[in-house]
């Protein structure tokens, strides 16, 4: 591999959209795993599953680091979120704070089937308006998604009604799907003199950053002013409120307070609702796409729906160990769609070996979960779309299977994995429960290939929904 001086080996990648495109000559010449210099920094690819779980889960503490990317830095405010944030007792003591509040927020189902039954009630409304014409789903499922996402992050104060909402939505998305953008400044991350110069993907960068966490700061003082400790917690935003006046008030805790700063808690907010919504209703895209390419899978859920929650009731969460199905059809979305192609970079925090090699303390370490998902050693005709095999010959839920990364794994494992899992679950299963997804009128699939942005998403497609009056009045 030729490295050349100061940019190493950066002429190393193919071109292409996906870094599983941009990796397959390196791939070809020298395996799944293999090391390189690119800028300033030292760069490990790990693309088999043994690997990837190494790095991820048995050896988790070492590479649970955060590269000091410069991107990373400077849309985070100085590194203070849960998903960039380098490993320290600052991450540590904000994950926890997140954790538990949506656990406590999942702890009670019902106001959870509420919050999310209330925006699928309005998403089939949405559907039975399109009187079986082609229509776009995207926008409309992005909407609902968010919604549930701002309920649960800000409360009742912050939804589709308040005027900023469509901005920060629109934000976000620009973030999330500009290819160019994110792929110049990953590039330019491992080049940290890049930062002093005036390039357009950081300016633009900073630009939206600001813009966003000024609409959260804002949203953030109203919620400060009506804050009522005494009263019921009814979000994130009011859970990291009541934590914050209890360090406050616990003396000498001042570095706890000093982390509950409102640089932290906005972070916490973006993290929520950026990651939150943008990878549940990309992957409620997928799971769209892939049923309109294979009807045969949507009967089959629908006869498990009709069997199991009858059609005088819509499914919930109680229902949910009985549709397998509905679950295995998630679990191949993710699986396919893989709306997370790679782990965010890791960094290792000191001296460690991988496979049995050496990797110095301060490398950077991309995990390609793709490459893990499609490989054929690890699954069975790994690009046919096959919801069956998440099922056992029981026809249970195969739930333990280790080649299933869609949400990462280890120390860094998505902290919103249990939330993601509810919210898609109730929209499938409401989705399918009432209606069928048919191609256009002219008979176009949805095509399904994937874009690559900072997430890897479908590319637009029309699709039509018949009612199948298979559940009664909303």
Known sequence: ??????????????????????????????????????????????????????????????YAGRPPFYSFVMSTLGGKDIAAGDYGPAWRFHRKLFITAIRQYLSDQQLVEERISEQAEKLMQYFEDQKGKDFDPGQIIMESVANVICRITFGKHFDSSHPDFEELLQLNNQAFTDTEANAQSFVLDFFPLAQYFPFSSYKSLEKLTDRVFEILRHQLRIQEKEFDPTAEIESLTGSLLKERLAAESEVGTEDKASLLSEDYIINTL??????????????????????????????????????????????????????????????????????????????????????????????????????????????????????????????????????????????????????????????????????????????????????????????????????????GPH
């Open 270 to 471: 973006e993290d929520m609702f950026s990651a939150g919504y943008e990878t549940t209703s990309t992957t409620l895209r997928w799971a769209i796409a892939y049923l309109v390419n294979h009807p045969e899978c949507q009967t089959e859920i629908q006869d498990q729906l009709d069997e199991v929650v009858g059609r005088d009731r819509m499914p919930g969460l109680d229902d949910r160990p009985h549709l397998p199905l509905v679950q295995a059809t998630i679990m191949e979305a993710l699986r396919l769609g893989n709306v997370a192609e790679a782990a965010l970079p890791h960094y290792t925090l000191k001296d460690t070996t991988l496979a049995g090699y050496r990797v110095p303390k301060d490398t950077v370490v991309v995990v390609n979960l793709m490459q893990v998902h499609l490989d054929p050693n690890c699954w069975e005709n790994p690009s046919a779309f096959s919801p069956r095999r998440h099922i056992d010959a029981d026809g249970q839920l195969v739930t333990n299977s280790g080649n299933f990364l869609p949400f990462s794994a280890g120390r860094r494992v998505c902290a919103g994995e249990a939330l993601a899992k509810v919210e898609l679950f109730l929209f499938l299963s409401w989705m399918l429960h009432k209606f069928t997804f048919l191609p256009t009128e002219e008979g176009s699939l949805p095509d399904l290939k994937g874009v690559a942005g900072f997430t890897r998403y479908p590319a637009p497609y029309q699709i039509r929904v018949v009612n199948d009056n298979k559940a």
């Open 1 to 62: 591999m030729t490295s050349l001086p100061f940019i190493g080996n950066l002429f190393s990648f193919d071109s292409g959209e996906s870094l599983r495109e941009t990796t397959t000559s390196l791939r070809k010449k020298y395996g799944t795993l293999y090391s390189m210099k690119v800028g300033s920094y030292k760069l490990v690819f790990a693309e088999d599953a043994d690997s990837v779980k190494e790095v991820l889960v048995k050896k988790s503490a070492d």
